[in-house]
């Protein structure tokens, strides 16, 4: 595992936006879809392997994954987007470290990542915030950023990131968002997560193709209950017993 630069792209003092796949995939939708939209250019990345290969017609393959690192030095902006989550804590942990090293590189100033929050939300998802400093409370509470009372944890690099970030020195946010479904894209919460990013961050971002997203898998998935109404049940019960962020 080791970073291959493609370039060095100017910046100072930049934000780091970085996320890897989570629970309704919130996440990587809402960071690959920022890349697309600022038009991000790819400047590193970093390449391991899985502890698994994978076949298809019973032919095998040994696939790499990857994470990639993009500038948008107009924004003054560096985003990770990750192919997959490490199989184990240390293999994260040793990611989020090269992360960082990106990050340090770059005098990264504050990092963002992005989870899910389980909830049978009744209209529009919320968005929520854990942060490494007290002092960043007051700021996320201007822009509309809600908090959590007592103790969870995020799950997998979304969260260990800002850990690791915290011991570095840097400042770390992670913006998590309302999602109803965690086996289902959540288009609709990616949107209100990226919307309050870019409000936080001072830039404007169109997210009209996500909230066009979220209303079609929302029809498809009410076909499907009215359809088949023990597949309902099924669902309501699964996600009442999620517990944790990712």
Same mark, same amino acid.
């Given at each position: 595992m080791e970073i291959q630069y493609f !370039? @060095?792209?100017?910046? !100072? @003092?930049?934000?780091?936006?970085?996320?890897?796949?989570?629970m309704g995939y919130l996440a990587k939708i809402s960071a690959d879809y920022l890349r697309r939209r600022l038009k991000a250019k790819l400047f590193a990345e970093v390449r391991y392997f899985q502890n698994a290969v994978i076949y298809k017609d019973s032919l095998a393959e040994f696939p790499t994954i990857k994470h990639r690192f993009?500038? %948008?030095p107009s924004k003054n902006l560096l985003i990770c987007v990750g192919d997959a989550q490490p199989s184990t804590p240390e293999e994260a942990v040793r990611l989020a470290e090269m992360v960082m090293d990106v990050a340090e590189r770059f005098n990264v100033k504050r990092v963002y990542t992005m989870a899910a929050y389980p909830s049978e939300y009744p209209d @529009?998802?919320? %968005?929520?915030?854990i942060f490494t400093d007290e002092r960043l409370k007051d700021e996320l509470e201007r822009h509309g950023v809600g908090f959590i009372e007592g103790e969870g944890a995020v799950n997998g690099l979304n969260g260990i990131l800002i850990g690791v970030a915290k011991n570095r020195g840097v400042e770390g946010v992670c913006l998590m968002g309302e999602i109803r479904y965690a086996n289902v894209p959540q288009h609709l919460s990616s949107k209100a997560v990226l919307e309050k990013l870019a409000v936080i961050l001072g830039f404007e971002i169109d997210t009209a193709l996500l909230e066009k997203r979220a209303k079609k898998i929302d029809a498809s998935i009410r076909k499907s209950l009215s359809e088949y109404p023990e597949y309902g049940e099924t669902v309501k019960k699964e996600e009442k017993e999620f517990r944790y962020i990712s």
């Open positions: !370039s @060095e792209p100017k910046l !100072s @003092e930049p934000i780091m936006i970085a996320a890897w796949p989570g993009y500038a %948008v @529009e998802p919320q %968005v929520y915030g």
